[in-house]
């Protein structure tokens, strides 16, 4: 997702930033340009906790399974 994000976006601020000639210094292109970017980093950064979480529950779930194979034989 982030990577379409870039894909897509970084072009378009890219250009936009030609066209409006602005810097990348002004607090107008930190609020249309950076922020969007950090945004889109620490979104990044947090799902990679939950995506961690979730891979451990995913383990357990197969280590409980293997577990109740094994019971069952």
């Known amino acids: 997702m982030l990577s ?5 976006l ?3 601020w890219v250009i936009g930033t030609r066209v409006h000639h602005r810097s990348l210094t ?4 930190w609020l249309t340009v950076w922020l969007p970017i950090v945004g889109m980093l620490a979104l990044f950064v947090w799902s990679l906790r939950p995506r961690g979480r979730a891979r ?3 383990r357990a ?4 399974r293997d577990q109740f194979n ?4």
């Open 4 to 8: 379409l994000e870039l894909a897509f």
């Open 70 to 73: 094994t019971l069952g034989t």
């Open 10 to 12: 970084t072009p378009w």
């Open 26 to 29: 002004e607090p107008g292109s």
């Open 61 to 64: 779930i197969a280590r409980l």
């Open 56 to 58: 451990a529950e995913l």
